[in-house]
């Protein structure tokens, strides 16, 4: 059995996890591109603090968010989201939450679906 190495939580971990337990939407940066987040679940991916979200608005890297509610859900690396603050807009998701992803291996902190 191999041991998956996990690496320090970075500092918007905390503000991640506040936003998680107490339904806030934050305002995020994440590769260039500005977004209104709802966390859903936090993690790890391989050994990195990863988050799943819900993204209300903004853009994507791949351009303009899709306007299809089911296809909004954003699987980021925790490490590479800058200047996260809360944001004062409603929270969001869509009918198709779940935790049965790829995208977190371990899950310590999450919504139930």
């Known amino acids: 059995m191999s041991i998956i190495p996990i690496c ?6 905390d503000l991640l996890a506040q936003a998680l337990s107490e339904r806030r939407t934050v305002k995020a ?3 260039g591109t500005d977004r209104l987040l709802c966390p ?5 991916k391989n050994g990195r603090p990863k988050l799943l979200a819900y993204q209300i608005a903004g853009s994507t890297t791949h ?9 909004r859900w954003r699987s980021m690396f925790v490490d590479e989201i800058e200047a996260a603050i809360f ?12 935790l049965s992803t790829n995208a977190i291996d371990q899950v310590e902190l999450a919504l139930a679906p």
């Open 8 to 13: 320090p939580r970075p500092p918007t971990w």
């Open 29 to 31: 940066s994440y590769h």
């Open 40 to 44: 859903h679940a936090l993690g790890w």
């Open 63 to 71: 351009g303009a968010l899709p306007a299809e509610a089911q296809r």
């Open 87 to 98: 944001a004062d807009e409603p929270w969001g998701t869509a009918d198709n939450y779940s």
